[in-house]
Structure formats: C-alpha cells, structure tokens
Nanobody, 120 residues
Framework: QVQLVESGGGLVQPGGSLRLSCTTS????????MGWYHQAPGKERELVAS???????NYAPSVKGRFTISRDNAENTVYLHMNSLKPEDTAVYYCNAVVFTSTSSSVTYWGQGTQVTVSS
C-alpha cells in the first residue's frame, strides 16, 4: 500500500505565504514525477506544478514566479512554497506521485487534499 499525506494548508491574507508538504510512504521502489494540483469550487482539478526525479520543474502560468516546487528524494517528500498569494489561489490542493512498486510497474497516487484559503 502507498499513502500520500499532505500538510500545511490554511487561511492566509493576500500577499502572504504558505508551504505545503506531501510525504509518500509504503511499498515504494522509486518515485518518478511528483506534482501539485488544485481544484476550486465548481472547477476542474488542474496542474499547479510538477517536478521530475532529476529536479526538472513545470509550472502553470498563473503561479510562475510566485510558487516553487521542490522535493527531497531521501524523504519521498514534495513541497510547494507559495508566495504572493492571491484570492484566486483559494482551492483544495492535492499532491500526486507516480510510484514504481517494481522496475516495470507504476501507479499514480493522490493525497487527500488540503484547503488553502486566501482572504483578508
């Protein structure tokens, strides 16, 4: 079994910062890409940022320059540092990870989601 546990969401004022964390545990051979998605009420889940095992990153245009994704491969943890937060960043944030349980078998797992609310 593989689990992703997220932490770090909450309420923050516009212009503030938050750091989200997501740790993967269980039967893991290796983890390739890890990412963060968000889903606002009435909208589809969409990619915020992703990072490869070698550290290559990809960002949604709306967060580029404000958010930074990073990972600690030894701890199987991915982070999302969010700066200059805007009300439109308000959403449930989900992490995901492409987990190899053997050399040839991979499954994409999701965290349970953490609420981020940007409001004065």
């Amino acid at each position: 079994q593989v689990q992703l546990v997220e932490s770090g969401g909450g309420l923050v004022q516009p212009g503030g910062s938050l750091r989200l964390s997501c740790t993967t545990s269980g039967s893991i051979f290796s983890i390739s890409r890890m990412g963060w998605y968000h889903q606002a009420p009435g909208k589809e889940r969409e990619l915020v940022a992703s990072i490869s095992i070698s550290g290559g990153t990809n960002y949604a245009p709306s967060v580029k320059g404000r958010f930074t994704i990073s990972r600690d491969n030894a701890e199987n943890t991915v982070y999302l540092h969010m700066n200059s937060l805007k009300p439109e960043d308000t959403a449930v944030y989900y992490c995901n990870a492409v987990v190899f349980t053997s050399t040839s078998s991979s499954v994409t797992y999701w965290g349970q989601g953490t609420q981020v609310t940007v409001s004065s």
